[in-house]
Structures are given as C-alpha cells and as structure tokens.
C-alpha cells in the first residue's frame, strides 16, 4: 500500500497516511476531523523498472550499465 501525504484546508495540519488507493477518498483530518484535504504530491522511487530506452553501455558496450565493469568501478 503507498503512503499519502495530505494538508488539511481546514486547519492547516500535514500529514500521512498509509492505505489503499480506494481507501485514500475516506481520509480525514487526524488533528480536526476535517475530510476537505489537499494530497501533496512529493517525489517518489520505482524499483524494478527496466529502462529500455538504451541499447548498452556507451564506454565499454555490455548489454547494460549494471553489467559494465567500468560504471562498477565509478561507485567504488
């Protein structure tokens, strides 16, 4: 399940909430009770996505930068 982050209109309080998306519209206000909230929408991460844009490595030519000797060597 994500985590929201939400401002109260009502009262100015911010914060999370972790629940399903279809439980996200029955969030209220934990501080005043309020449900007129504002979600903010802040940066996230996507793990496992295969980025399919590049054909390999442009420095050394393996079939990916995780495979490429040098870019392992660069986190070092």
Do not use: N, R, W
């Amino acid at each position: 399940m994500p985590t929201y982050e939400f401002e109260c209109k009502k009262c100015d309080y911010k914060f999370e909430v972790f629940t399903s998306i279809s439980e996200k519209k029955h969030t209220k206000c934990p501080k005043c009770g309020s449900s007129k909230l504002t979600q903010i929408l802040g940066s996230f991460f996507l793990s496992g996505v295969k980025d399919t844009s590049s054909s390999g490595c442009e420095t050394c030519k393996t079939p990916t930068c995780a495979t490429c000797p040098i870019s392992k060597q660069d986190t070092k």
